[in-house]
């Protein structure tokens, strides 16, 4: 895994100040601890002020200077053992450089007035520091490669979450042209024979219009809305058909404020008419159905007529594909589409748990 710096995987500016902040915080506690750690080992409060004072404001610095440093080079794909060896080498150095300083700010007290360790000084402040350096080093890199996974993971997120919501978008946007040609192509067929039916589908269809472009970009709406909009569309078939076509409605009212995705009874109205009216019928019914179970919505549309071909109608490119494709995009795992024949009605049921995922 490439290493990279702690200053990505959020926003530039909230990375930069969590990363100044967390720095700043912790070489205070760590000159905090050390001050406590030389006055244990010099027995002098003065010393320990004094190499405090110089060596971790020091030590401060390095570091951030050598956060800075990989930031930059992070960007242009440095190998990770190149990384690595310059991390030890930092580490050696900069190490070297903090004992030589405390040895020297050591040797500026006078004989007597702190505790010496004799031939140990230099060694156990190299010791030291090469200890803390490589802390800090280790918690930088496991930080760094942690938000480098994270911001990996999150654009991999958006840009999964930007091609469902484009292929969701794709998929409402073929549901109404498919509903207007349909429409226009009976109002086509009846102007010459019936141009009085025709108009009144043509008034029918502006109105069904003008309510489908004033929710236009939603793509959820309220139950109620939804039921308003097949029972147009009901209308406007029923115009086509000398047999009666009537929509009637069973709806349990706590169903009525839960959104759904856009145009879903329509393509099962849609359906029923379209492969219900195969059958000889004089009255032609169309059932919707919504209730609660155990939680879940459920929504039912029958009609008479003889179940044909039910899987290559679910899962085909048709309006019962494109429905269950927009089912599995808002309910991933949490839905449910069943077609099937009870006694001499065709049942298409659809069982939705949870809200509608934002898309």
Aim: net charge neutral; charged share 20%; aromatic share 8%.
């Amino acid at each position: 895994m490439k290493l990279t710096s702690i200053s990505q995987g959020l926003s530039p500016g909230e990375s930069s100040l969590g990363f100044w902040r967390a720095q700043t915080l912790g070489w205070l506690f760590l000159a905090i601890v050390g001050f406590f750690i030389r006055l244990a080992v010099f027995g002098n409060a003065t010393a320990a002020f004094w190499l405090t004072a110089a060596l971790e404001p020091l030590a401060f610095a390095l570091t951030s200077g050598a956060a800075v440093l990989h930031g930059r080079r992070s960007e242009q794909g440095d190998p990770p053992l190149l990384v690595l060896a310059c991390a030890v080498l930092f580490c050696l150095t900069a190490s070297a450089l903090l004992a030589s300083i405390a040895y020297g700010v050591h040797s500026l007290f006078p004989p007597g007035t702190i505790r010496v360790l004799p031939g140990n000084q230099y060694r156990l402040g190299f010791l030291y520091y090469m200890g803390m350096l490589s802390i800090w080093t280790l918690i930088y890199f496991g930080v760094s490669a942690e938000l480098s996974a994270r911001t990996e993971r999150l654009s991999k997120m958006r840009a999964e979450a930007r091609s469902l919501k484009l292929e969701l978008e794709h998929l409402q946007l073929q549901i109404e042209p498919h509903f207007l040609f349909n429409s226009l192509n009976t109002i086509v067929a009846e102007i010459a024979e019936r141009p009085a039916i025709a108009e009144e589908m043509t008034r029918s269809l502006a109105e069904y219009l003008r309510y489908s472009l004033d929710r236009r970009g939603r793509g959820l709406s309220r139950l109620e809305e939804e039921i308003e909009a097949a029972q147009a569309y009901v209308r406007i078939q029923a115009l086509r058909f000398d047999k009666r076509l009537e929509c009637r409605c069973h709806i349990d009212p706590a169903t009525l404020e839960i959104n759904i995705p856009r145009m879903t009874l329509q393509g099962l109205v849609e359906n029923a008419i379209k492969h219900g009216m195969r059958a000889e019928h004089e009255d032609f019914p169309i059932c919707i159905r919504t209730g609660l179970q155990g939680g879940d919505l459920v929504i039912e549309v029958d009609n008479p007529g003889r179940l044909r071909a039910p899987f290559d109608l679910a899962n085909g490119g048709g309006g019962l594909g494109n429905l269950c494709r927009r089912l599995a995009l808002r309910y991933p795992d949490r839905h449910e589409f069943l077609l099937e024949q009870r006694g001499a009605m065709t049942v298409a049921q659809v069982r939705l748990r949870g809200e509608p995922d934002s898309v």
